[in-house]
């Protein structure tokens, strides 16, 4: 008989969830800098990507860049649109239209260009808002630019992936995505945030 004491039920579930995330596969990021109209830099071109992608997944959002590269020059047409030409452009809702048009305002605004290259660099200064804030758009979004593209170490979850991580059993039925995030990157096999994060898309997409 065995010196070791049994795992309880509980412990049981979390250790196969946990498998089953480390084990899933991490999903390729997309460039979408090669997708959108016109030149665009990296940082910029995954914020669309990821605004498009929050809550609707990256198949989604390849599929909405495609339609912007359509239907736009390049992405000053697009910040000077109207949100229903976004929309029907994108395939997406007019919330997410405006959001997108806001975002590319903000960063307008603040650079005299569209291009949130620069805000990626600026360091924390007191009574100054952070990128979430300034260009008006989800966490998610926020996360994913910072992790693909600075030294961004939150997992990005939106309400899609955390119903993913739900249904696995990676997280309780009552966490958040700040939770998420963390178990996200504990039970992924990995210390690094990216291929956690790819990982929780490949779980998504599995299940």
Do not use: N, W
């Amino acid at each position: 008989m065995s010196g070791r004491p049994a795992r309880s039920g509980v412990a049981a579930r979390e250790a196969d969830a946990s498998g089953a995330l480390a084990a899933a596969v991490a999903v390729d990021m997309p460039d979408p800098s090669a997708m959108l109209p016109g030149r665009v830099d990296p940082p910029t071109a995954d914020l669309v990507f990821s605004i498009l992608a929050c809550d609707a997944g990256l198949d989604a959002a390849g599929t909405a860049v495609q339609g912007l590269r359509d239907a736009f020059v390049d992405l000053h047409e697009v910040r000077v649109a109207l949100p229903g030409e976004i929309a029907d452009a994108a395939g997406c809702s007019l919330e997410r239209a405006g959001t997108l048009r806001r975002a590319l305002g903000a960063a307008y605004a603040s650079r005299h260009r569209v291009s949130i290259a620069g805000l990626l660099e600026r360091p924390a200064r007191a009574g100054r808002p952070d990128l979430q804030d300034l260009l008006g758009v989800p966490r998610f979004v926020v996360d994913r630019v910072r992790l693909l593209h600075a030294d961004g170490r939150d997992v990005p979850i939106d309400d899609r992936l955390l119903a993913a991580l739900k249904r696995a059993g990676v997280v309780g039925g009552d966490a958040d995505a700040a939770a998420a995030a963390e178990r996200a990157l504990a039970g992924s096999g990995t210390d690094d945030p990216r291929l956690a994060y790819a990982r929780v898309e490949g779980l998504a997409a599995a299940i």
